[in-house]
């Protein structure tokens, strides 16, 4: 009995190694028709991420394995609008509809309230990643690296805190009275539109900033959870 | 106060900007926020945000030397400037008189970051494995227990 249910884990993490050669020219279209890669490189990249994403949270399930990047989570947004495609995806590989929720969706029933499973942290998933594929986690995981003029962003946290300007510097203050963030004045017109816009392209930034500015001051905001990449 | 001459060809000075050089150049510090009442008397309370009332900090009026409307706020957001070292108190769940931590203890737990002209320091605490918490305080902070505005792959959400 025992045996039997290891060699069927066995065989289903088989099944699912195999869905990482998957290939849906469907979903790259569509990626490339909507905008939403600039390649087919970068299209068939993300979905790859896609497809390692589902294997790993799959392989173990002992955590709650997260979607740590937007850009590759915008690409399973779009897998999952081929219904019918995604479904069988799904079955095939996995025996069962991966579902997609947002992070803010009501709690589902538990079978065993008291069971909790912990959530893995980013470095987690890293040191899981490299150590199942073998290879560094690419940049797509990286929020702050995929920041571009042409990225929209929206306002995480920044709008709520108190916005000092002091000098030569400009500050985020949280409610404890401590600099979250400062920079000096040199970003003071970019950051006052950062304070009052709820959402903007990085392009948009005003002030002297040159565009590689524009683009770090946005990275590290993005990177430090102050802002978040938009669709 | 600064000496103010006034102009040969009766230009007219810009008046925030008359106010916020009486104190002298250099000395005032800009906050921004929405107005409101104090308990205490000959005092505002500055709010970061009128979604998000925790946090405030609370001016001695004496201490405000102009105010303006924020550009393209029509929720009556406000741009105060304030003398340089008045004291100001941070008001949320407890009383923090800002400016009292020891600055080189802030900047021993910031990190910064360099490029360009651009010279930043972000809280360490803020580093990628900690995320702002669905809380709606906005101030605290909790191990990334989902990624803010992300999705995740629950696991064994489906009846067995």
Redesign the interface.
Known sequence: MAIDLAERVEAQFATSATSLSFEAPYLIEKLLADHVCASKDEAEVLFREVKR??FL??AD?GK???????RI?EI??QFVLFTRQYMEFCTRYYG?????????APE?PK?NPTQT?P?A???EFRAYYEKVFGEPLPDCWYDERNVNLHRRV?D??V?????????DRVEL????????????S??NEAM?FI??AGAFYVRELPGD??D??KI??VA?LV????L?LAS | MARVKPSRKGLESNDHLQKVLEPGEDNVSILRGFIGPSQRDGYIRLFASLADTSISVEIAEADIVSTADVLNNNLGKRIVWIRRGAQITVIKTHTTPYGIRPKVAVENNMASVHVGRLNMQVRSAQARDTCVSVCSCGTCQSQCTNVCGICICLPATLPE
């Open positions: 994403y589902f949270n799959r399930q709650i394995w997260e979607m740590h990047s937007f989570d399973w947004h069962m509809y991966l579902p997609h929720s947002p992070s803010n589902a079978n499973t959530v942290t980013f470095r929206l995480a946290r709008g709520r805190l108190l916005f000092k300007e002091d000098g203050v949280d409610g404890a009275g401590e600099v979250v963030f400062s920079i000096n040199i970003a006052s304070a009052e900033l040159v590689d500015e770090a001051l590290t990177e430090h959870k102050l978040r």
